[in-house]
């Protein structure tokens, strides 16, 4: 049976300091690496996830934003972590937009929806937008996720097609 394991190796030695005798501690650690390796592993598809994901404390400060994330809004992470998401804010949302996420969200549901933002540069752009409660082992809420696609370019093309259907 082949397994990881940890070792740990300490000398007995006499009252006169003489070696008498060696202990051996060996630990299986093979749970472990797995679940070390799936943790990377889930690491890794979360942080090169096409879509914009952006984790929040309770209160909305952003605590990780993706690559995906930096790419759409043109701010670096050490822009926006500490700082509330309405760093993206249009103005241009209803208020009552952004009451109804958070009654959902604290409610422990999930909000599906669409904004209109700014990126860094100034330029506006919309997103649809998955933002979920993510609950500890006891279930109380902890964080919330933020799953986005930059949907501009799919907005733009039907505004065209019915620009042109007006014609």
């Known amino acids: 049976v082949r397994f990881e394991a940890e070792v740990h190796v300490a000398l007995v030695r006499s009252a006169g300091g003489a070696a008498k ?3 051996i501690i060996t ?10 390796q799936q943790l990377r592993m889930l690491s890794r598809a979360v942080d090169q996830s096409p879509a914009s994901i952006v984790i929040t404390d309770l209160t909305g400060r952003i605590e990780y934003v993706n690559d995906a994330f930096t ?16 760093v993206l804010k249009s103005g241009t949302m209803p208020s009552a937009h952004y009451g109804d996420l958070w009654r959902t969200i604290l409610e422990g549901r999930e909000w599906r ?3 209109s933002n700014r990126r860094k540069n100034g330029e506006l752009y919309w997103e649809t937008a998955s933002i979920s409660p993510i609950r500890d082992a006891r279930g109380e809420i902890t964080h919330f ?12 093309d039907q505004e065209r097609i019915r620009e042109q259907a007006a014609l």
């Open 21 to 23: 005798g060696v202990i």
């Open 27 to 36: 630990r299986d650690i093979s749970g472990r690496r797995r679940a070390e």
């Open 71 to 86: 790419t759409v809004t043109g701010y670096d992470r050490a822009e926006v972590v500490g700082h509330n998401p309405r």
């Open 113 to 115: 929806g669409e904004f």
């Open 145 to 156: 996720l933020a799953i986005k696609e930059d949907i501009t370019a799919r907005r733009q």
